[in-house]
């Protein structure tokens, strides 16, 4: 029998130490060191690295990178179109994949599909349930729509089990080309003196699921649950051993709900995934047939967003009502708050608006999230319209990165911006002064018109049009 040693894991940070110690040398946590048993053989560095990697890089030596050869089957689809475009066109054979999110947000119900799809094909996948029997998983599967049902109903697998050893047992009996374990916090080994979701668990299964996807080829997806905080619980732990980290987010209540790449090892982490949970599932959204509002309202701008490949066109609201004087408060949702109180302060230095006395609040309609500062121009605006009860006017879209000095400068891929913005029905634009001339490709299709500065812009807010219903306004009739 292997010799058994023991380390201590840090119950916050993830740390391993040789010996035990009231505060973790680490993070300086109190009390946080618990006892980790495990082979002499595979033992975990004192430096923290994982223990089961020591064995596996001794097994294949070294080759010069001319002599590897390219996997065969490089990636193959899940069927979920949004959740192959953020993967990167789909699973790699052997990749680990952590799916993150908040509660009842729809990770279960993605997988479900996404294996469904997969068995629908005639490829085995395994549906590991540590949280449902497999009778509340049928419920669920019997809800949502699959290409053929009777066919992912044969080669769709359920498992209700918490323990890691007998799910990678029946994984490796039933071959599967996917196996989903939901969720990874519940799942724990028995030969560990540590409760299941416990850090020496989390850190212990899903290593164990690791490997299990590098030596047979098999992808792995393991849902995470994410802490009040809203980081995947394991603070990073369990990102830095798997390949691909994705985070399903949005509100419950919103209609969309995002899946963003936040590790992709093979592929780009700018893609997002839309979807929209219904009755029957989550139902993929089609962004183009996402338009700009059919009547102007003052506090809402449209704003042609950058997510990977696409231009998705992001509608910013602000509402600006009175509020105590000191004690201000500024709320963004779908926008970073820092930015936000940097675009307070500049339309009051820069846009003449006097703004000390009022409770600002912005967010992105349908739970987007606008991260680039390509989005300030449309933030002020948003703000500055809600404040004056102004507006843009119907199917304006503003671009344009603010700087503090209140000047409009230039964004990239502006043209590219423009375009989807003009394709999805917007007639006028407002863009940095600097970049007018690149889009001279649409001249004729919608007014351009080019603002230096944040006053400037502000200037182009006009009033709201009584009647609901009014022919679109042209930007260049209006003042300024
Ligand atoms: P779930 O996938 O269980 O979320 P998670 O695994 O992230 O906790 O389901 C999320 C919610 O979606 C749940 O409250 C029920 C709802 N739902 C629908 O509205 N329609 C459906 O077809 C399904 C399967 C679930
Ligand atoms: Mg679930």
């Not at 009778?135 to 209700?160: C, F, G, M, T, W």
């Not at 602000?318 to 004087?325: E, F, R, T």
């Amino acid at each position: 029998m292997a010799k058994l040693r023991t380390s201590w894991v840090c119950d916050g940070c993830g740390g391993v130490q040789v010996r035990w110690a009231g505060k973790c040398p680490d993070c300086g946590a109190w009390d946080s060191l618990k006892e980790f048993r495990h082979d002499a053989g595979s033992a975990p560095a004192a430096d923290g690295a994982a223990p089961a990697w020591q064995g596996l890089a001794s097994a294949s030596p070294a080759v010069p990178l001319g002599q590897v050869e390219p996997l065969e089957a490089p990636r193959f689809a899940t069927g979920v179109g949004e959740l192959d475009r953020v993967l990167g066109g789909g699973c790699v054979p052997g990749s680990a994949i952590l799916l993150g999110g908040d509660p009842g947000i729809g990770k279960s119900t993605l997988l479900l599909q996404a294996l469904g799809h997969v068995a629908a094909l005639g490829t085995p996948v395994l549906y590991a349930s540590s949280e449902e029997s497999a009778h509340q998983v049928k419920l669920r599967a019997e809800r949502i729509e699959s290409p053929s049902n009777a066919e992912r109903d044969r080669h769709l697998y359920l498992l209700a089990d918490t323990n890691i050893a007998r799910i990678l047992e029946q994984a490796r009996t039933i071959k599967p080309a996917i196996l989903a374990i939901d969720s990874i916090q519940l799942v724990s080994r028995h030969d560990l003196d540590a409760l299941p979701g416990s850090m020496s668990q989390l850190r212990r299964c899903c290593l164990d699921a690791v490997q299990f996807a590098k030596s047979t080829g098999t992808v792995v997806i393991v849902v995470g649950h994410v802490t009040k905080e809203g980081d995947l619980a394991g603070p990073k732990l369990l990102e830095h051993m798997v390949d691909v980290v994705l985070s399903f987010e949005g509100d419950r209540h919103l209609a969309w709900r995002v899946v963003r790449g936040v590790k992709n090892r093979f592929g780009s982490t700018l893609e997002i995934g839309l979807f929209e949970m219904t009755g029957s599932g989550l139902e993929q959204v089609d962004e183009g047939a996402i338009a700009p509002d059919a009547v102007a309202r003052a506090g809402c701008v449209s704003f042609p967003t950058l997510a990977g490949s696409r231009v998705l066109l992001a509608e910013i609201q602000s509402l600006v009502v009175a509020g105590i004087l000191g004690s201000a408060k500024r709320k963004g949702s779908g926008v970073d708050a820092n930015r936000l109180a940097m675009m307070i302060a500049v339309l009051e230095r820069h846009g003449g608006l006097r703004l000390g006395d009022r409770d600002i609040y912005a967010s992105v309609a349908g739970g987007l999230r606008i991260v680039e500062p390509a989005g300030d121009l449309a933030v002020c605006l948003a703000v500055a319209g809600a404040h004056l009860d102004r507006t843009l006017g119907r199917g304006t879209a503003a671009i344009g990165e603010v700087a503090l000095s209140g000047e409009v400068r230039p964004t990239r891929q502006l043209l590219q911006r423009a375009s989807e913005a003009v394709r999805r029905g917007c007639s006028a634009l407002l863009v940095p002064a600097g970049q007018v001339g690149d889009l001279k490709s649409l001249a004729g299709k919608a007014d351009i018109v080019g603002v230096t500065n944040v006053a400037q812009a502000i200037d182009q807010l006009g009033a709201v049009p009584s009647a609901v219903v009014q022919p679109s306004p042209r930007v260049s009739t209006r003042r300024g």
